[in-house]
């Protein structure tokens, strides 16, 4: 079998907050990028899916084993991104070590709007921005950098790799934009199962049946039919994790509280269903395996209410039984408080009743199942 690409890092594309500042220019963004595996070339991916202008990139860089590469796209340095598409560059053949870092940097010279972007959080998530053209600069001097927790327009990372090398994606909202998959990707290295990588494709605040169309609330991203296709189609990937559909039963609180998030979006146990449905046949189509964890405890969240809890339960026991997927990942029964099912185990809440500790990311990559990590 020849070697193919197989992606080493990724993550969905949403929608940066809309503030004044939504605009810059002469900025550097750097990102270092694990890679799980080795490989002989590397090639990225920028999406400006939630753009509404083109954006400019005027100089692209990776920094490999003490040396900096230049990026190309059809053969030039400078790419436009249209509003709405996307750009993979051109393969750079490089020698890439297995769990070594793949660091990207990219500057924009002229205005950009900075609206393709997702926020993310995890041990091995790294980001910074700099003023100017700091792209083939190693060490770029504190006073004029700072880090960052948000990736801009950057989706993929991909290497050229051995085939028994592959990707496991995994889809969702905050929780799982934040520690776990990454908890999950260290936890192949304890194991030593090398040849796996684990990747994102998430966004906060995302619902899978609706979503914001005011801008006090649309950085809370795309709701599910238009995020699926774009996302998780990924080289080398053949399983994919989904654990999204909290965020439909929290959210709706009354007109009478907030304009902007009626009760009439609140779905029942069947519509989470139904759209789950559609999420695993997309993703057969695909050719992945499908595993999907059940939501987490939400007690002491503040809009949490009796009628929620009954959601949420119908919905996890649906995912439990249904013989639709090739397994149920129990991250609610993992992290229940076993007093108390419908709230967090404390030492799992990370103090918000809706989002884990650090424990509780750790917890849910381990009780991902090994059949997963091969």
């Given at each position: 079998?020849?070697?193919?690409w197989?992606?080493?890092?990724?993550?969905?594309?949403?929608?940066?907050?809309?503030?004044?500042?939504?605009?810059?220019?002469?900025?550097?963004f750097?990102?270092p990028?694990?890679?799980?595996?080795g490989?002989?070339?590397?090639?990225?991916?920028?999406?400006?899916?939630?753009?509404?202008?083109?954006?400019?990139?005027?100089?692209?860089?990776?920094?490999?084993?003490?040396?900096?590469?230049?990026?190309?796209?059809?053969?030039?340095?400078?790419?436009?991104?249209?509003?709405?598409?996307?750009?993979?560059?051109?393969?750079l053949?490089?020698?890439?070590?297995?769990?070594?870092?793949?660091?990207?940097?990219?500057?924009?010279?002229?205005?950009?709007?900075?609206?393709?972007?997702v926020?993310?959080r995890?041990?091995?998530?790294?980001?910074?921005?700099?003023m100017?053209?700091?792209?083939?600069?190693?060490?770029?001097?504190?006073?004029?950098?700072?880090?960052?927790?948000?990736?801009?327009?950057?989706?993929?990372?991909?290497?050229?790799?051995?085939?028994?090398?592959?990707?496991?994606?995994?889809?969702?909202?905050?929780?799982?934009?934040?520690?776990?998959?990454?908890?999950?990707?260290?936890?192949?290295?304890?194991?030593?199962?090398?040849?796996?990588?684990?990747?994102?494709?998430?966004?906060?605040g995302?619902?899978?049946l609706?979503?914001?169309?005011?801008?006090?609330?649309?950085?809370?991203?795309?709701?599910?039919?238009?995020?699926?296709?774009?996302?998780?189609p990924?080289?080398?990937?053949?399983?994919?994790?989904?654990?999204?559909?909290?965020?439909?039963?929290?959210?709706?609180?009354?007109?009478?509280?907030?304009?902007?998030?009626?009760?009439?979006?609140?779905?029942?146990p069947?519509?989470?269903?139904?759209?789950m449905?559609?999420?695993?046949?997309?993703?057969?189509?695909?050719?992945?395996?499908?595993?999907?964890?059940?939501?987490?405890?939400?007690?002491?969240?503040?809009?949490?209410?009796?009628?929620?809890?009954?959601?949420?339960s119908?919905?996890?026991?649906?995912?439990?039984?249904?013989?639709?997927?090739?397994?149920?990942?129990?991250?609610?029964?993992?992290?229940?408080?076993?007093?108390?099912?419908?709230?967090?185990?404390?030492?799992?809440?990370?103090?918000d009743?809706?989002?884990?500790?650090k424990?509780?990311?750790?917890?849910?990559?381990?009780?991902?199942p090994?059949?997963?990590?091969?």
């Amino acid at each position: 079998m020849t070697n193919h690409w197989a992606s080493v890092w990724g993550n969905a594309i949403s929608i940066g907050e809309n503030r004044p500042e939504s605009y810059n220019k002469d900025l550097t963004f750097r990102y270092p990028i694990y890679s799980q595996f080795g490989g002989s070339a590397v090639r990225l991916t920028f999406d400006n899916f939630c753009g509404t202008e083109p954006v400019t990139f005027n100089k692209v860089t990776v920094f490999i084993d003490g040396k900096f590469y230049p990026v190309t796209f059809g053969g030039k340095r400078e790419a436009e991104i249209a509003a709405g598409g996307s750009i993979v560059s051109d393969e750079l053949p490089c020698e890439i070590q297995p769990q070594s870092l793949i660091t990207v940097s990219f500057w924009f010279r002229d205005f950009t709007q900075l609206r393709s972007a997702v926020y993310t959080r995890g041990p091995l998530t790294e980001g910074y921005y700099a003023m100017g053209d700091m792209t083939e600069v190693e060490l770029i001097p504190n006073d004029i950098m700072r880090p960052i927790s948000i990736i801009y327009f950057l989706s993929n990372v991909s290497v050229l790799t051995a085939p028994e090398n592959r990707t496991v994606v995994c889809y969702g909202d905050s929780i799982t934009a934040q520690d776990w998959p990454e908890y999950l990707t260290l936890r192949c290295n304890r194991e030593d199962k090398l040849s796996t990588a684990v990747i994102r494709r998430a966004a906060s605040g995302t619902r899978m049946l609706r979503e914001y169309s005011c801008i006090t609330y649309e950085s809370y991203g795309l709701m599910g039919k238009k995020r699926f296709q774009h996302e998780v189609p990924t080289d080398g990937a053949d399983t994919v994790i989904i654990q999204h559909g909290i965020n439909d039963i929290i959210h709706p609180v009354g007109t009478e509280v907030n304009p902007f998030r009626p009760m009439s979006d609140m779905p029942t146990p069947g519509e989470l269903i139904s759209f789950m449905e559609y999420y695993i046949s997309e993703s057969r189509k695909f050719g992945y395996k499908v595993y999907v964890g059940t939501l987490l405890p939400i007690e002491g969240w503040r809009t949490y209410a009796p009628f929620r809890e009954d959601v949420r339960s119908q919905f996890n026991d649906w995912i439990r039984s249904t013989p639709l997927i090739d397994g149920c990942i129990d991250f609610d029964k993992a992290l229940a408080d076993p007093e108390r099912p419908t709230r967090m185990l404390p030492k799992f809440d990370s103090g918000d009743h809706l989002h884990p500790s650090k424990a509780g990311y750790k917890q849910m990559a381990d009780i991902v199942p090994g059949e997963i990590l091969r």
